[in-house]
């Protein structure tokens, strides 16, 4: 790999951040064992296609810093044609990225993953975040050995305290826990952010197209905020490639023991028609492949959706494992459903929010939230007649008649499910 252009990049932030009041204990490139496969085909050229994936949230889903770094590979690299591979939904964090990295990823053997789950899985315990970052590493690694996998660390509002304080976000710091174990490469962005804050060079939150606001909402980049992330991951491949100096990129890799025995390895989409035949009531309705719930879905990440549509609706299935949970569509039409596991007292769920504005429907997963040791379990989920308080949660004042006026999909309270998620395996009725 050719350095000096990117000694540019590296040079001057490294000596503003010795100015800054940076603290010292904050690192924003923790290289690790590199990305040895992976920069070894790229320095290779031969016109040979490298495909890189990216897992993570809205923030990757964004045409930002994944879009920007796809244009620092190819101009790093302009002899290696690369592919990309966008498996980023909005809101979601790792437990859901562990359980479709198989369907949205790896069915697409990259060579590269980035993952990204550092601010929505903010607020989660850390023993959680460790086990659902390592069942992606392990079930990556044990699928393709050679696939290199680089974690990225955004930043909101929520986590700047820690990082002025000398440390990484909670969430991140869980993580970091699983990076250093696999010796996997991670690069916090925030150290940047933070060293712009405090030279006063950029803000936190301001107009969008401002160029020193670094988010409009406390979370999102802006397009320099984005800006600002893809130069950070530009600044760090010199630092990977030192990393692999010397190693043998063709080496076998073995895992080592696992950090938590009971890591999300075995977690999984199970596909909704497979339970259907399991639903007493109205048969479940297949929504169309150009149905307008699907609009803000990547056509890649769509999946075949179903529908409860009646009350009293009951989908009932058996599974072998230690958790579980739905993927569904959130939106206007999200009706409550009551979900009863054993012999445990029910749950009463809605995923219906003030963020299931008119026509806006989003791929939301949901988890159950008790622990359930490792065996099996019987599931029965029913569609409520109570439909939820839509006024009382969109909370749009005297404007909320008219919102819900707007769609005629607030008035149907349904149950939308495309899989279910497993961390263990289905049982056959």
Request: glycine share 6%; hydrophobic share 40%; aromatic share 8%.
């Amino acid at each position: 790999m050719k350095l000096r252009p990117f000694l540019a990049l590296v040079l001057p932030v490294l000596c503003a951040r010795l100015a800054s009041g940076v603290p010292a204990t904050l690192t924003e490139l923790n290289p690790r064992d590199g990305l040895p496969v992976f920069l070894a085909k790229a320095n290779a050229g031969n016109k040979a296609e490298l495909r890189v994936a990216f897992l993570g949230g809205s923030i990757t889903a964004a045409n930002g810093w994944r879009v920007g770094t796809l244009e620092v590979l190819r101009k790093t690299f302009p002899d290696t044609r690369f592919t990309e591979i966008q498996a980023a939904l909005p809101g979601t964090g790792s437990d859901f990225g562990a359980a479709r990295l198989h369907e949205n990823v790896l069915v697409h053997q990259p060579d590269l993953l980035f993952v990204e789950f550092a601010v929505n899985d903010l607020g989660k315990p850390a023993s959680q975040i460790e086990r659902t970052m390592e069942g992606i590493v392990q079930q990556a690694r044990l699928a393709l050995p050679d696939l290199d996998i680089w974690f990225v660390y955004t930043l909101s509002s929520a986590g700047l305290a820690d990082m002025k304080a000398g440390r990484y976000p909670s969430s991140a710091r869980a993580m970091e826990n699983v990076a250093s174990h696999y010796g996997i490469p991670s690069l916090q962005f925030g150290v940047e952010i933070l060293r712009r804050l405090e030279n006063d060079s950029l803000v936190f939150r301001g107009p969008p197209d401002d160029p020193k606001s670094f988010t409009a909402d406390n979370v999102h980049p802006t397009t320099a905020g984005h800006r600002i992330y893809t130069e950070a991951v530009a600044r760090s491949l010199p630092g990977l490639a030192s990393a692999n100096a010397g190693k043998d990129a063709s080496a076998s890799r073995s895992l080592p023991p696992p950090l938590h025995p009971d890591n999300w390895a075995d977690a999984r989409l199970v596909p909704a028609e497979r339970i259907l035949k399991m639903v007493t009531g109205s048969p479940a309705v297949r929504l169309p492949d150009a149905d307008h719930r699907f609009a803000a879905i990547p056509e890649n990440l769509r999946r075949p959706t179903w529908q409860l549509t009646r009350p009293g609706d009951v989908l009932s299935f058996e599974f072998e494992g230690s958790a579980f949970g739905l993927a569904s569509l959130k939106g206007p039409d999200a009706g409550s459903f009551r979900v009863t596991v054993d012999d445990r007292p029910p749950r009463d769920v809605t995923l219906f929010d003030s963020f299931c504005q008119p026509r806006r429907y989003r791929v939301r997963p949901w988890f159950y939230p008790e622990t359930l040791s490792p065996g099996r379990h019987q599931v029965k989920i029913e569609l409520l007649a109570a439909a939820p308080d839509k006024a009382r949660i969109l909370k749009k004042g005297d404007k909320t008649a008219a919102l819900l006026a707007s769609d005629p999909d607030y008035a149907r309270n349904v149950l939308t499910i495309s899989d279910l998620l497993l961390v263990g395996r289905l049982i056959a009725p």
